[in-house]
């Protein structure tokens, strides 16, 4: 699976999550879910355990501290599933 | 000089009714919120029958964001926002959103436990060793201090944001503590009230030790029957009552509209002692509170003209009755005119004091006294205590100055708050 589609697959995972509308319309590969999108840090438990349900895999504690960015996540997200 | 506490905002979420206008009109036509409830009779309770507010999916949504309702499963929250968050706008005021809190109003909300359902869905996960799984809110849902931690950050309060507990006190507490509090000169505004989660997960205990009555299930709505003779267990409610009260000056510097006025009241226990157990009252404390509670209000026994009384529907009601009147110095047709709100929404537990309050606050505001429903068959003793007509079973028209409402809870505790018509 490529970046931008896994960045679509990814798209509706955060959104729900989103308090700036703005700052998710031009959402692309460097955006900060914390700093870009005002995403509760809380939330991003919620986040994670959505992505592990729509790839089908286990992200462990050590990745999940990474997934700060959509940068990151989508590295962590190509790593699991070619570990599958 | 201790500040005057008036009441400026309420708001409701009972089994007969949501919202102000609807529980009106349901409490003075003696309206039942009791219904048979399948889930009971599925898990095999001896009482199938239970007083449930109805939540319509899109009432809920003009509380809370699709967020916050992702896994949401705690009915004690959501019955107690709403009833909050309806009582601070009926209040007048508005939902702000500033840099700083409003560091002059804070909330006093009761429960007795929070988001059961969403405990047991946690433990469940947690057992099958899916404790990762078990997402953001699970704490703030089931923390017993949920309800206080909703309401402060939907309305960005400032001052003490807590949550009381004493059983079947609870909300009458909160009243009394958020009173105190304003009396005190230490908030000018409180939101204060209480909530109970429904279901099976709430209610299974007092079925497991039959205090719910078992005899009803083919006859939901009456079968709530405090002060009657064939009176044989309460009937397990659910709900929300919430009330804004505020420091007169601020009240009127306001123009706010004044519903009455919180003249004092007062909480104790029967410690256990004497006649009193977990589970039983002991008298002595029981009249004690109340002739605490007049005195702290500055009141003589006979300028009250109406009591909420606690009255469960158990075989204490008579007991309660006898205390009443042996704390007021009154009897036969002496006494005061009762009623009971559980005759038509059943034992809303943590939730019944401030329900109950908010009907009581309406009697007085409305200038009515809501018609205790089935009891056409007086229970005999009370018969001997106090006059039949004290105990109305049509709704009376009737001006009210001076209302006591108590209730009483496991633990042997007590509270009473003395309620005031507001004059200029």
Known sequence: MNKQEIIERLKPIVKPFVKDEEAFNGINEKTHFITDLNINSANLVDIVLDVEEAFDIEIDNESMEKMLDLENTIAIIQTKLAEK | MKKRVVITGLGIVAPNGVGLETFTNAIKNGVSGIKFDAELERLKFSCQISGTPKISEELKREYFTELELRNFNSTGILYGVI????????????IENNENPDWESGTIFGTGTSGIEKFRESIYKIDDFQTRRLGSTAVAQTMNSGI??????????????TTNSSACTTGTESILLGFERIQQG??????????????PYIWGGFDAIKVCTFKHNEKPEKGSRPMSATASGFVPGSGAGALVIEDLETALARGARIYAEILGGNINSGG???????????SIAVQKCITDALKDANVNPNEIDAINGHLTATSKDSLEIQNWSQALGR??????????????????????????????????????????INCED?????KTLISEDKIPKQLLHKELNIVAKASFGFGDVNGCVIFKKYKD
């Open chain 2, 83 to 94: 009833a909050g968050i309806d009582a601070w706008k009926d209040a007048g005021l508005t």
């Open chain 2, 148 to 161: 206080s931690a909703y309401l402060g950050g939907k309305l960005g309060l400032g001052n003490q944001v």
């Open chain 2, 186 to 199: 230490k908030a000018k505004r409180m939101l204060v009230g209480s909530t109970s989660d429904s279901g």
């Open chain 2, 272 to 282: 256990q002692r004497g006649e009193g157990t977990m589970t039983a009252p002991n």
């Open chain 2, 331 to 372: 009897k036969g047709t002496d006494f005061p005119f009762i009623n009971s709100l559980k005759s038509m929404v059943g034992h809303c537990l943590s939730g019944a004091g401030s329900v109950e309050s908010v009907a009581t606050v309406l009697q007085i505001y409305k200038s009515f006294i809501f018609p205790n």
């Open chain 2, 378 to 382: 007086l229970n005999d003793e009370i």
